[in-house]
């Protein structure tokens, strides 16, 4: 009985700051090699508990792929259609507080998207409530 009234206590207690927090990043965005950089804002809710994200104002929230010491994958995977090969990474450095976004496009042509930013740590703004 005791073990269950501690684990019911532990199961209600709130989420630490560290695994639920938003992140206001300023940065630049490279649309292609040698353009030049455009300023670029990106605004993030993490749950690291729930393993989700989203980018503010949370359209759609989505999973988070890996999180390490050092960092956090929020995306990373390779999309395969009709021949055309792209990559997607999007990752933010847990001791650096900079977060990218990478966009690559190697065939048929070569085109990449490139945004780095550097974050601030804010409140958890939660994410939208579910309906269904």
Same mark, same amino acid.
């Given at each position: 009985?005791?073990?269950?009234?501690?684990?019911?206590?532990?199961?209600?207690?709130?989420?630490?700051?560290?695994?639920? =927090?938003?992140?206001?990043?300023?940065?630049?965005?490279?649309?292609?090699?040698?353009?030049?950089?455009?300023?670029?804002?990106?605004?993030?809710?993490? @749950?690291?508990?729930?393993?989700? =994200?989203?980018?503010?104002?949370?359209?759609?929230?989505?999973?988070? @792929?890996?999180?390490?010491?050092?960092?956090?994958?929020?995306?990373?995977?390779?999309?395969?259609?009709?021949?055309?090969?792209?990559?997607?990474?999007?990752?933010?450095?847990?001791?650096?507080?900079?977060?990218? =976004?990478?966009?690559?496009?190697?065939?048929?042509?070569?085109?990449?998207?490139?945004?780095?930013?550097?974050?601030?740590?804010?409140?958890?703004?939660?994410?939208?409530?579910?309906?269904?």
């Amino acid at each position: 009985m005791r073990i269950l009234i501690l684990g019911l206590a532990a199961a209600s207690m709130p989420v630490s700051a560290a695994e639920q =927090y938003d992140l206001d990043c300023e940065g630049q965005k490279t649309e292609q090699e040698g353009a030049n950089p455009t300023a670029e804002a990106v605004n993030l809710s993490i @749950d690291l508990k729930s393993m989700q =994200y989203c980018y503010r104002p949370c359209s759609k929230v989505l999973p988070i @792929d890996e999180v390490f010491a050092d960092r956090i994958i929020l995306r990373s995977y390779n999309h395969i259609e009709r021949g055309v090969i792209i990559s997607f990474h999007a990752q933010v450095n847990r001791k650096t507080g900079e977060y990218s =976004y990478i966009v690559d496009q190697r065939a048929p042509s070569f085109k990449k998207s490139v945004t780095v930013a550097l974050c601030s740590l804010k409140p958890f703004s939660g994410f939208p409530a579910v309906k269904f």
